[in-house]
């Protein structure tokens, strides 16, 4: 089991910029394929990023791509969301979410793959 911590989270001007980050801890995180979701207020949960156990393969939603960037640092047990060019829609709650797997390369866009999810946090792009 891995429990998931987020942060970074907060209030940010449109076109400005945020990275939130994901600090996971238990089993060896590198087993886990990781992936961002987000859900605003009346809305269903949507996702945002994805990336395998390695790093090496990356995807996004349609709403962010070419805006937000996905890493992680199996090292430091982190994945992190870089949010660029941020916009008034991107407001909403943020989770992480991790699925052991034992398929390198795999990661998945459906929030039903994954088992793990941390509690989230808030991200307002407001002027």
């Known amino acids: 089991?891995?429990?998931l911590v987020e942060s970074g989270g907060g209030l940010v001007q449109p076109g400005g910029s945020l990275r939130l980050s994901c600090a996971a801890s238990g089993r060896t995180f590198s087993d886990y394929?990781?992936?961002w979701?987000?859900?605003a207020p009346g809305k269903e949960r949507e996702f945002v990023a994805a990336v395998n156990r390695v790093g090496g393969t990356t995807f996004?939603?349609?709403?962010v791509g070419g805006?937000?960037?996905i890493t992680r640092h199996n090292p430091e047990n982190?994945?992190?969301l870089q949010m660029d060019r941020t916009k008034p829609e991107d407001t909403a709650v943020y989770y992480c979410?991790?699925?052991d797997t034992s398929?390198?390369?795999w990661a998945s866009d459906n929030a039903m793959d994954y088992t793990y999810w941390g509690r989230g946090t808030q991200v307002t792009v407001s002027s």
């Open 1 to 3: 089991q891995v429990h």
């Open 33 to 35: 394929a990781m992936g």
């Open 37 to 39: 979701f987000r859900q």
């Open 60 to 63: 996004y939603g349609e709403s």
């Open 67 to 69: 805006r937000f960037t």
């Open 78 to 80: 982190l994945v992190y």
């Open 97 to 99: 979410a991790a699925q």
């Open 103 to 105: 398929r390198v390369f």
